[in-house]
C-alpha cells in the first residue's frame, strides 16, 4: 500500500487509522454478519452510532446545551437556502460580508428565499482580507449577518469574530471544528462535514434551540430545521456511511486532546507553510493580507503559469498531490485541514525549497 500526502480542498485527506478501521469493519460490522450501510438506520448498531457521533461532536466543538446538533444532506450548500428560509419568513433582512467565492454563492441564494443584502464586499479588491467591524454596513431590521469563517478558494479567514449586535450565522466548512468558537455570538453555525470531518453526504448545523421556535414553519418539512431536530436527524434515511465516518474523525478528536489541540496543530503547520512562502524571497506569493491568511487553505503563486504548472507536476511526482488552486483563480493551493499531518506539511516545505534551487 502506499499512501501520498493529499492537499486537496474537499473532499480531503482523512486520518489513516479512520480509514483503516473503517475498512476492516466494512464487510462484517462487529459480528452482525452485515455491513453498518447495508442494516436498518433504525437498529441499535447504527442508533449508536449516530448518537455518539453527535454526542462527540458536541463535546469536541463544546457546544452549549441551548443549540442543537444535527446532520443534513445537501452539503453546505442546502444551508445557503435552509438558513433564510428558516430565519426570514418574517419578511426581515439579512447582511452578507462578501469575502469571496463561496460568501457569493451564499448570498446569491439568501436573495431568492428573502431580503439578503452585501453588508460589506471585497470583490473590489481581489478578496483579500476580511472587513474591520467598522467597514460593516448593517442595515435596520436586519435578523443576521452571515459570514464564510474561511473562504476555501482565496484563502482568506477570519481571525477575529465581528462585534456587531446582531446574531452572527457562520458557513464554516472549511474550518469546521479547526479552533474554539464563542458561541454565544451565533445563532446557526454549519458547515459541509468534507473538509475537515469526514467524507461528503452531509452538513453539520449547529443552531440556537430559542431560533427554532421562531422559525418558519410554511416549508416543506425536510427544509425546516425543526423536523430535523425533533426526529434526531433522522427524519429520513440519513447518510449512514458519512455519520459513521465522521463519527470515527471525532471520537479520535476526542481523544487526541480535543478542540484546543486541534487549534494548536492547525497553527503550527500553517506558520511552517507560510514561513517557507515569506522565505523564498518573493519566489512564492501569497496574495492575501496577513491578517486574513487562511490556516487551513493556503494559496500561493509561483513568477509565472509555466512554472507553476510544473510546480503541481514535479510535486505529484514527489507523492504531493491536489496542489492545484482553484480552476477560478489558478496559482497553487495547499488545503492542510485537521487530518494533514505534520510531516505533510514539512514534506511540502522541503520540496518547495527544493524547487526553488532548482527553478528560481
Ligand atoms: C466546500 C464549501 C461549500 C460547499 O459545500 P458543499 O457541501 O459541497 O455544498 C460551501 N462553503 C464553503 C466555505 C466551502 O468550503
Redesign the pocket.
Known amino acids: 500500500m502506499m499512501r501520498i500526502y493529499n492537499f486537496s480542498a ?1 473532499p480531503s485527506t482523512l486520518p489513516l487509522e479512520v480509514l483503516e478501521e473503517a475498512r476492516d469493519e466494512l464487510v462484517d460490522y462487529r459480528d452482525t454478519g452485515m455491513s453498518i450501510i447495508e442494516m436498518s438506520h433504525r437498529g441499535p448498531e447504527y442508533t449508536a452510532v449516530h448518537e455518539a457521533a453527535i454526542a462527540d461532536a458536541r463535546a469536541v466543538y463544546r457546544v452549549p446545551e441551548d443549540f442543537a446538533a444535527i446532520f443534513v444532506q ?5 444551508q445557503f437556502a435552509m438558513v433564510p428560509l428558516n430565519l426570514l419568513g418574517d419578511g426581515r433582512r439579512a447582511g452578507y460580508v462578501d469575502t469571496g467565492a ?1 460568501a457569493s ?1 451564499a448570498l446569491a441564494d439568501a436573495g431568492h428565499h428573502g431580503d439578503a443584502y452585501a453588508a460589506w464586499s471585497g470583490a473590489d479588491e481581489g478578496y483579500r482580507r476580511v472587513p474591520d467591524d467598522a467597514e460593516l454596513a448593517i442595515e435596520d431590521g436586519t435578523r443576521y449577518l452571515h459570514i ?1 469563517s ?3 478558494i482565496g484563502g482568506v479567514q477570519f481571525h477575529r469574530w465581528p462585534e456587531v449586535d446582531i446574531p452572527l450565522v457562520a ?1 464554516m ?2 474550518d469546521f471544528f479547526s479552533r474554539p468558537i464563542p458561541w454565544e455570538r451565533f445563532d446557526v453555525v454549519y458547515g ?1 462535514v ?2 475537515n470531518l469526514g467524507p ?1 453526504g452531509a ?1 453539520m448545523v449547529f443552531i440556537r434551540r430559542s431560533v427554532l421556535e421562531e422559525a418558519n414553519r410554511e416549508l416543506a418539512a425536510y427544509l425546516r430545521y425543526d423536523v430535523h431536530v425533533a426526529k434526531d436527524s433522522m427524519y429520513n434515511t440519513p447518510p449512514v456511511f458519512t455519520i459513521y465516518m465522521v463519527g470515527k474523525v471525532l471520537r479520535r478528536l476526542r481523544e487526541h486532546g480535543g478542540i484546543g489541540a486541534v487549534a494548536e496543530r492547525a497553527e503550527q503547520k500553517a506558520k511552517l507553510l507560510y514561513g517557507a512562502i515569506d522565505g523564498s524571497g518573493g519566489f512564492y506569493r501569497n496574495p492575501v493580507d496577513p491578517a486574513s491568511r487562511s490556516l487551513m487553505n493556503v494559496v500561493f503563486r509561483l513568477p509565472d503559469e509555466a512554472l507553476e504548472a510544473r510546480f503541481v507536476e514535479q510535486a505529484t511526482d514527489a507523492g504531493l498531490s491536489g496542489l492545484k488552486g482553484h480552476r477560478s483563480v489558478g496559482g497553487c493551493r495547499a488545503s492542510i485541514y485537521n487530518a494533514m499531518p505534520i510531516d505533510g506539511v514539512r514534506a511540502l516545505v522541503e520540496f518547495m525549497d527544493d524547487f526553488l534551487r532548482r527553478e528560481g
Open positions: 474537499g445537501g452539503g453546505a450548500s442546502l463561496w454563492k464564510t474561511n473562504e476555501t458557513d466548512s472549511s459541509g468534507q473538509k461528503a452538513a
